[in-house]
């Protein structure tokens, strides 16, 4: 089955400054890549996704970029906040519908 | 649209005992699925269905029985609850499968198993 690894597990920035989470999977049938990102007690929340068909995607602050060949996916935030802060997950799914998910990296951006 | 809602928020259980978790969806979703969250571990997919009468296993499915009798409802059963099912559940609803289509999530069971 597919196996999604994610790095790093923390990550501590400054606010203002860039935060990058890198994502790798296995499974070369994978063609759908979500990001959530999660707050204490609260449902994972997609941020951003992109298809296997498409290299980049930006939506203002967050972008996504995919490379296929090497089986890797990385989201950028840029100019981070401190609400920023939470807990973010990738995703990986050949079915559009049963994801398997990264460990998470818990963002801690400090003012 | 209410949406993907879970039954009960919060729910503590003796080793042993049975229950069932319900979820219920009211945007005529054909995939619906159950994930259960531990710290340090993701979300891990325990059961899923493509539609009603239809359901399959996950990532881990042991200790968790499912049905799919209406589009709607899927309600994930404990059959005799152990210390390792404490967790926090996660039901997850989508239109039919294909690249993209957003995965609506539940805002989460936490259940304790003591």
């Known amino acids: 089955g597919e196996n999604v690894e994610q790095h790093p597990s923390t990550l501590s920035v400054q606010e203002g400054d860039s935060a990058v989470i890198k994502c790798t999977y296995s499974?070369?049938?994978?063609?759908?890549f979500p990001w959530y990102k999660q707050e204490l007690g609260k449902r994972p929340q997609l941020i951003i996704d992109i298809r296997s068909n498409v290299g980049e995607k930006k939506d203002q602050r967050i972008a996504v970029t995919l490379n296929k060949t090497a089986k890797h996916f990385s989201l950028h935030i840029t100019e981070t906040q401190p609400e920023d802060s939470a807990v973010y997950f990738c995703?990986?799914?050949?079915?559009?519908?049963?994801?398997?998910f990264g460990k998470g990296t818990s963002l801690l951006v400090t003012p | 649209n209410a949406g993907v809602t879970q039954t009960p928020k919060f729910q503590v259980l003796k080793t042993g005992q049975s229950m069932t978790l319900q979820c219920a969806q009211d945007?005529?979703?054909?995939?619906m699925s159950w994930y259960r969250q531990d710290p340090g571990m993701g979300l891990r997919l325990i059961h899923y269905?493509?539609?009603?009468?239809?359901?399959d296993q996950g990532e881990v499915p042991n200790g968790y029985n499912v049905s799919r009798s209406t589009t709607e409802d899927f309600p994930l059963r404990l059959l005799s609850a152990a210390p390792s099912q404490t967790s926090v559940y996660f039901c997850?609803?989508?239109?039919?499968?294909?690249?993209?289509?957003?995965?609506?999530f539940g805002e989460g069971s936490w259940l304790t198993v003591v």
């Open positions: 945007m005529n979703h054909e995939y």
């Open positions: 499974d070369s049938a994978s063609n759908y």
């Open positions: 269905s493509v539609g009603a009468g239809i359901t």
């Open positions: 997850a609803s989508s239109y039919q499968g294909g690249t993209g289509n957003t995965i609506y």
């Open positions: 995703a990986a799914t050949d079915s559009g519908y049963a994801l398997n």
